[in-house]
């Protein structure tokens, strides 16, 4: 059945990179993020890696048109940090800087609001990293005036990491019988000061047009675009749902967990074979990793309330579902076994749900993936 993700212009399997990615000078192939090498020091890898929060800053701005009040802008900063260190910490790299890349049309919005409600978002998100130990620079960045490109605003960034070449986890190590456990992406974790979705950043384009409701798309047109089919949803951003315990605007601006702090627990305790980011590909995320494994996740808890709320609403076929999103499990760590519970106990001192979701097998036919739902089992090449 066809994706109504990808009906939305949105190419989960991110086709033509290859082109850039022959060009990178990565030291390991195949890992979660590219590793080149220290020219100043042959034992150290370098990480620059980039990414941004999707299209959640479209939500923020239908809030902040609404309301006038910037503050819808705040969550952005945190999901942007997150995208990036929880990606490079996935090589066991530990991140030291950040910058930030915004880009806007300041015809349609204020930059003082948005640029002040972001620089209180970063505020936060890196007085959050430093009460936990996980400290992060912030070394600036680049803001860009661009009505002519820009319908709204975008909001990137980049985080630069480093790691011992001789420490470096990229899953080649994987073999069957490894068990896989996983880390809630819902809930809220020790250092959060509030209940989160689980939403994270990906599949946000679909979540938009099948949740909010064409009121928006007619008010403010700059928010979709002509070639595809418009909000059709059911809900206002302000609309407060029991089984979400939130309202719809924010369960879907919940920031992405920053998951770098329970990692580097977890590394201090134990041998990690891998780590995965449940960003683009869901649950099948991990098929990225190893060579000839079958993922078989078999003992997946219950999805949060809203990717059933998006799958309903969306009538997005369910194995499409786990492709698109991470479907509360936003973080997965595999380890051999025996180690499992001592992930497990890492994740729990700082309040975030975790458990065994998992575990390795031979494929034959190259990297797979099994996923067991409440709908049925998933297979994915």
Known sequence: ????????????????????????????????????????????????HEDGAGSKPIVSYIYYKETGERHWFEPLAQDVIAMNVDDAVCIGANPIAFSDYVALNGIRLKKEDLLGGLARGFKKAFELLNSTGSKVLFSGGETADLPDIIKTFDVSGTVMARVYLSKVITGRAIAPGDMIVGLRSGGKATYETKENSGIMCNGISLVRHCLLNRQYLKKYPEVGTPEIKGYYGRFMLSEFLPELSMTIGEAILSPTRIYLPIVQEILRQVEVKAMVHNTGGGLTKCMRLGKRIKYVKDTLPEPDPIFKLIENESKEDPWQMCRNFNMGIGFEVIVKKG??????????????????IGHCERSAVGNTASVTQSSGTFLYR
């Open 339 to 356: 180690d499992e519970e001592e992930v497990i106990r890492a994740a729990k001192r700082f309040g975030v749900e975790a458990q065994v």
């Open 1 to 48: 059945m066809a994706s109504k993700y990808e009906a939305l212009g949105v190419d989960v399997d991110k086709k033509g990179i290859e082109a850039l990615r022959d060009m990178t000078d990565d030291l390991f192939p195949g890992s979660f993020c590219s590793v080149v090498a220290d020219p100043a020091d042959l034992k150290l890898g370098i990480i620059l």
